[in-house]
Each structure stands twice: as C-alpha cells, then as structure tokens.
C-alpha cells in the first residue's frame, strides 16, 4: 500500500498565540512540497489560532494531547469535542514525556486513541523504548508491545490514516543521542510487520528524535519510515523548511512537484 509521507514538529509548552501566527506566516512564505503532509503541533491556547492562520496553507494543526472523557469532572483537560470544534487535524497521544511527567499509562494512551478515533481524529501516537530497554537489545520488542496495547481491539478501518511516532526516550530533547540509521531501520521493521500482521498497513510510521537537516535525509529514505517527528530543529519556520526539503529529496529525488 501506498502511504503519505508526514513531517511535523511538536512543540510542546513553547509559543505563544502571537509567536504561532509569527512562524505560521513564515511558513507560509516557504515553498512547500505537494508530496509531503506537514503540520505543527502547537500548545493548546494557540491551536484556534493556528487553525485559523494555517486555513489557506497545506499545513495541517494538531493537539499535544486530549482526555478520553468527553466532558466531566476534570480540571485541566481537553476533550476530543473541544478539539473538533476547532478543526484540529489530528491528536498527539503517548509522548514520552507525559508518559513520564502525566502520569500516562499504555491504559490510558489506548482509552485516548479510541475516544480519538470514536471523534473523528486522526491519532499519532507516540511509543519509545528507554536506554535499559536500548542497552538490553528490547527497543523492538518494547515499542511494538507499548503499540499493541494502543491500538487494542481496534479495526483496519478504524486505524486507516493513523500515526504511530516511534520516538527513542534516549533520543529526544536536550540530552537526546541520535539514534542510527541502522537502529531505526530495526525497530521500524519491526513495528511494520506487526501492524501488516494485524492488516493496520494503514497506519504510517513516523521516526523522531534528535532529527535535524544533517540526519533527516537517510532516516527519510528508510523503507519502512513514513514521516519524520521533530522537536528542537523545526522550531522555527526555516526549520521545519529545511528539514522537509533534505527528507523529501532523499526520499523521492529532486524532481518532485511545488506548491
Ligand atoms: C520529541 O520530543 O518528540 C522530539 C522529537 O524532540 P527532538 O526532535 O527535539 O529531539
């Protein structure tokens, strides 16, 4: 099957609504490739906005994160109806890091993808093995479990269109260590053939890490990488720009076609 190939960049508790607007308008003055589907995930107090600013553009907009609930008793959260309301794109589910700071469980990542799914919402979930899961040899087999447990009991169709980030602990943010070619190689194929096992060829596999312009370009011509997640090198619009440039000229050569 032939999937889309996605880059986008979270940006987790950074920008402001002004900041937002200021790197969407940049962006906007970027010539971006027809073959590539970008978004930005901007904070939740910036997502209106964004939406708003990005309508004109192909930059797609999604959440950080939402609530399996759709309403109720819970201070501080989003639901999956706030963020339709908006139009957001998709929902980032299960990064590391609210893993590790929220509290989040593979319980809850599954009860948020089917309340994601259930809205409408396009998933991108995020699974990461740690450096003792790494130094161990288990990065494969602990990503595939932490994305058999978000993707349980659901369907082909219902995962069609879905995102699954592979995103090393090790790897990501300040103290992050590329991962190598090689390492991602290993654990996308592993990751692949358990979705085509459960007939989720569907859902794309994205990589993210540490990505810059330098490394973006043979981790984007990996068989079995569809997309790439970047945090610090796409925050700002040139960024993001570059990264998406280097990806897609490794990955389907120069003579692709501009928006
Ligand atoms: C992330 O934390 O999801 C991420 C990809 O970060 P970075 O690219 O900054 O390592």
Redesign the pocket.
């Known amino acids: 099957m032939t999937r889309d190939f996605w880059i986008g960049t ?1 940006w ?1 508790m950074n920008k402001t609504i002004a900041e937002t607007l200021d790197y969407l308008a940049r962006l906007a003055t970027v010539d971006l490739p027809n073959d590539v589907r970008v978004f930005v995930v901007p904070p939740f107090t910036a997502l209106a906005a964004a939406k708003r600013a990005a309508a004109a553009t192909p930059v797609l907009v999604g959440a950080q994160n939402m609530h399996w609930e759709e309403a109720g008793a819970r201070t501080g959260e989003i639901s999956a109806r706030m963020l339709t309301e908006i139009g957001v794109d998709l929902v980032e589910i299960g ?1 590391s ?1 609210r893993r590790a700071d929220c509290g989040e469980t593979d319980a809850t990542v599954a009860a948020k993808v089917r309340a994601a799914i259930a809205a409408g919402l396009r998933p991108l979930v ?1 699974v990461g093995d740690d450096r003792a899961e790494l130094e161990a040899g288990a990065s494969a087999e602990a990503v595939v479990r932490q994305a058999k447990l978000a993707f349980a009991g659901l369907t082909p169709a219902e995962l069609d269109g879905g995102l699954l980030a592979y ?1 090393p602990i090790w ?3 300040e103290n ?1 260590r590329p991962a190598t070619t090689d390492h991602v190689a290993e654990v996308h194929s592993a990751l692949r053939r358990m979705l085509d096992a459960r007939g989720l060829d569907g859902v794309a596999l994205l990589y ?4 810059d312009a330098d490394n973006a370009g043979p981790l984007a011509a990996l068989d079995d990488v569809d997309g790439l ?5 796409a925050w700002t619009p040139e960024g993001l720009a570059a990264v998406v440039h280097v990806a897609r000229s490794w990955r389907f050569g120069d003579a692709g076609a501009h928006l």
């Open positions: 979270g987790k990064h890091e995020c995103e790897a990501i943010g992050g993210g890490g540490s990505v997640f970047v945090g610090r090198a």
